[in-house]
């Protein structure tokens, strides 16, 4: 008999994956636009794009821009809306045979609430991932995630309306991650994703203009994952026992490994699947190669695993 | 889409149109620009390249009875000289002209392949060094004013988005269809980052994407970034 | 006559500077380590390694280590302390006939007040750029620089015993840049320098150990200029008088320009001159080709120049 | 220090030894392990590569009377044959020793170069492939051992720092005096960046430096990281 192959499968928050590997909300569409490059069951799960209450058509040109080793976005949260999503986009998911984890977001609590009410109730969808770095309109465009008074009270009214596993996805544009972290659990979250993209800019020097219509963007890929890995070390030294979803600038099997060690459970994939479609897929295959060269057999050996570290 | 075996940075693939296929490949005509397109130009014969496509909807392909005027700006000659490539090869007996305007005579390229093709050429140089001195919208306004009938005729173009508003301008005043292959940012070719989105003229939203809805679309339709 | 050259110089704070192009602390030694690459009475200032009042000797190895597009280190502020800078490094300094910025720290407020003084009494020390990025010993690792009160506070105490120009040197680890500026403005600061780097890990997957012997430390270069850009663009719009030294990955004259256009009136090139140590002189060519290109004449043309911003 | 034209990722140079000087310029030998170093192998003959240097100080010159024994782990080959070299050509007739260890005899380069200087090569690899089987302190000591009078007998060894470390407590033992070429992450080269600081075996700080103090150093005075 040969040995048996390595273990990728983990529990998160009560869902159980085939793989630690997810793709990140905003960098793979609904799925089906990257059916053809890979197969979505092998998918650990699919954060969708963010949905709002209502359709949003988001923001004017240009949206995107690229910068050394990543990208600033600002599509302002363009998305079918939840029927939409419901009617449109849910059945094809549905089949895929993975976990669907719709991100959410609105721009009042009652948004919030509405969004996770309806998503709550609609079957396929697997977990809810909610989205807190959207500026809120009455606070001057202060992000709703950064103060963990205003975060917990509205993880609390969205996980009084959802029985699934909700999924608080954290700002990177803040103090204290941790402070947040725990304001989550404390709303009664079941994980964390971290981190979500920085607040950035780029300027044309040339038309002196910036070279995103909305001037602020949100910067992505690999330039930001020295700083995300921080942000989940941070989080799991201080909450163990959470289940975090790693995300940042994760290009290669061994930034997976490294987000594990870590201490994230899951990673997601973002900003690599616009350099790649098939970006999750080759990852996948590097982090069975690395733990094959490591000898690791589970990959749930290596959440947490690092040692040395202060 | 296309990428070099550049690792992190630069990050993402660029947008390419194909020049023409040639078995089992393609070319592309590519102009160095930015750090992307300097690092092809700097990529050795051979280079490993990674290639996403073909990715979104070409120009109609010719037909008999219309009579094509191709406005062509820069590198935005790429997709139009296939199309003047496959007329000649479908033997499709159409005239059709080819507007090719540049900032001076070197940017002038591939000449030989379009009389190849047998298109009759209006060529355009802003220093006056070769063809006509100013735009290449000059050019193309003094060839539909002189045309009494127009049925039939419509126009094809490709080039800065700012020589596009103007053909695009020309083509309602004198009341010709027009097709216009958009410029702009885009990151993933596949319809996931919705970085390319183009409103529509109607006002309507979600947007049309770039990449998988166009890069060509009627001019009528959407609204030139 | 031939047209007269475009002109460079700015006034930052009271300090008469030959060119906007500053060298950043720490990245830039005390200066004789470049003398064999450039001139440097062609810079408009150098910031020095941070001096604290004793010497240090600084972390343990590695202390470095590079990222995507950037570097993350810990060098742990190892410097010859006041005195030793007096001696050692200031005659050089003095001679080389540029504008002396110490960057200076401490471990607790009274170093703090300790080194300003004992550099407010140093003739050749042109202006004093306080670094508030330090780990607070006492407040459990919190950086000093992250609470506006407790900022302003520090800033207070170090402008009675200094009549120099005092720049605060602003930390982006933070929710609320513009809150940080505003503190050290009502301190009593003559200006800012925007930004020092952004704290962050790496890990070596196949070891299972962090890279950086303390797991944590600051990343710098490329990769982080899009979120220092922001930065700076926040603070010169809330605060359009205040003069700010731009900081953050760059590279190539105009990522000057950008600097500038967001509302810096220098910048300090960091990391770029590891890379290369005449980076700053490359640089200086680079903006002066930009300027004439452009048909600038004089670069506080480009302060503050954005146009369409939000 | 040596860095391509690679734009901003990676963004520091590499630090590396001159394996010998040639009109002009001089000659590396460098090991793909990583980004930096494959970027090396996939350049295009005649790519400009930047180059800061030399750096730092390298070690004593051979001296008659002197015997000394090298002990190179990998392309730490390359400073100990330049030493060698350097030897040959002055003909400072002083024997000379070369261990050279390896994991398999594919990573023993050079051996035709080494022959040429006339050392004496004790070869070692790891998998037995070539020369002894086991690690190259292994040859150093049995020579050690049978040497009766170690007077004049020096060790110059460069490799990989745990490799040092065992050719340091070799060196202890039989008291023989022992220069060490350390590794270690360089960013700048130049004594600016103080991420290449080494402790000092009395303790003392502040600390010495890789790039200008070193890379080599007496073993009795440094702690190799
Ligand atoms: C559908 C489509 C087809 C194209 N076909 C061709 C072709 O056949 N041949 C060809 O040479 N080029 C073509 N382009 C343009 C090409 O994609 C850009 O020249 C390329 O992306 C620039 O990359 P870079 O790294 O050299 O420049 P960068 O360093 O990224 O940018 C340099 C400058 O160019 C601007 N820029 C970057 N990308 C674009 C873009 N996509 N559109 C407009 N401006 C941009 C930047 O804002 C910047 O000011 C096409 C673009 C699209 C969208
Ligand atoms: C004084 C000195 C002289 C050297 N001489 C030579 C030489 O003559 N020939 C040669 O091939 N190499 C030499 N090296 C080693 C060379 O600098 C590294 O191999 C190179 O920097 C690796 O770059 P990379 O981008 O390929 O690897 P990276 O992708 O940067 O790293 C790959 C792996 O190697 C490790 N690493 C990176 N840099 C070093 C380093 N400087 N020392 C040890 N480990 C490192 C990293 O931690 C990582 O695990 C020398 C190093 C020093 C300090
Ligand atoms: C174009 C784009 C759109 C995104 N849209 C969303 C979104 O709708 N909701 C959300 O929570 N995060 C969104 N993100 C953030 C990503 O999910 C991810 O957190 C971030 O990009 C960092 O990961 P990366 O560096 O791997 O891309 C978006 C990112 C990008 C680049
Ligand atoms: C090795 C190193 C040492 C540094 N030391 C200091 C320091 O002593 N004091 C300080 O205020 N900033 C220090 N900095 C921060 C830089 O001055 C600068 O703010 C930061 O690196 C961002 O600029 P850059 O991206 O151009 O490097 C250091 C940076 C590096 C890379
Ligand atoms: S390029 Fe990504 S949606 Fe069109
Ligand atoms: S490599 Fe920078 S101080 Fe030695």
Redesign the interface.
Known sequence: MSEPAERLAVRFAGLDCVSPIWTAS????YGQ??APYLDLSDLGGICT?GISPK?R??N???????T????I?S?GL?N?GVEGFREKKLPFLKASGTRVVVNFFGETFDDYVACGAALDAMDGVHALEMNVSCPNIKKGGVEYGTDPAVLQDLVRQCRAVTKKPLIIKLTPNCTDIVALARASMEGGADGLSVINTISAMAIDARRRRPRIATTFGGLS??AIKPIALRMVYQVHRALPDVPISGIGGI?TGEDVAEFLLAGATTVQVG?Q?????HAARRIHGELVQFMRDEKISDVRELIGGLQGGR | MV?G?W???????RAFSILRTVDGGCELLVKAIG?GTRLFE?A?PGAPL?V?GPLGKPFAAPEPGRTDLLVAGGVGLAPLLWHAEVAAKTSCATPMHLFYGARTHEDLVLLDDIARTGVMQHLATEDGSRGLHGRVTIALEQHLATKSDRAGTTILTCGPNAMMRAVVDIARKYEVPCLVSVE??M??G??????C???LTDGS???AYACVDGPVFDAARVVI?
């Open positions: 905003g960098t793979f569409g636009e990257f794009k359709p058509g988001g004017p040109l240009p949206r995107i821009c690229e050394a080793s990543g990208m976005n599509i363009e079918v890929g690999p290009a900003t699947s616009f350099a790649e479609p | 990428r075996e690792g992190r940075d630069p990050l993402l693939p750090r700097l050795q990674s996403l702009g940012e990151a993933c596949i319809g996931a980052c919705l970085g989105a183009l409103p939203r979600p947007f970034p």
